[in-house]
Nanobody, 120 residues
Framework: QVQLVESGGGLVQPGGSLRLSCAAS????????MGWYRQAPGKQREFVAV???????DYAGSVKGRFTISRDNAKNTVYLQMSSLKPEDTAVYYC??????????????WGQGTQVTVSS
């Protein structure tokens, strides 16, 4: 099993910044990719950003240029630096990890979510 623990959410004013963290632990041979998704009230969960084992990244168009995803491989931790935040960024942010275990099987795992609220 793999556990993902997120932190860093909170209340921030428009134009402000926040950094989210997500640490993975458990039966991990390799993390293929880690990413962030978000879900606003009344909306479906949507992709935000991903970083793969080789370091390549992708972003949703709505956050490109404002958010930066990075990872610390030694700590199995992914970060999401969010800048120039807008009220429409308000959502519960979820971490997702694509993990290969010691049986050489790949599984997706989700964190519990962390609330980000952008409001004056």
């Amino acid at each position: 099993q793999v556990q993902l623990v997120e932190s860093g959410g909170g209340l921030v004013q428009p134009g402000g910044s926040l950094r989210l963290s997500c640490a993975a632990s458990g039966s991990i041979l390799r993390i293929n990719a880690m990413g962030w998704y978000r879900q606003a009230p009344g909306k479906q969960r949507e992709f935000v950003a991903v970083i793969r084992s080789g370091g390549s990244t992708d972003y949703a168009g709505s956050v490109k240029g404002r958010f930066t995803i990075s990872r610390d491989n030694a700590k199995n931790t992914v970060y999401l630096q969010m800048s120039s935040l807008k009220p429409e960024d308000t959502a519960v942010y979820y971490c997702k990890a694509d993990v290969r275990n010691y049986e050489l099987k790949d599984y997706d795992y989700w964190g519990q979510g962390t609330q980000v609220t952008v409001s004056s």
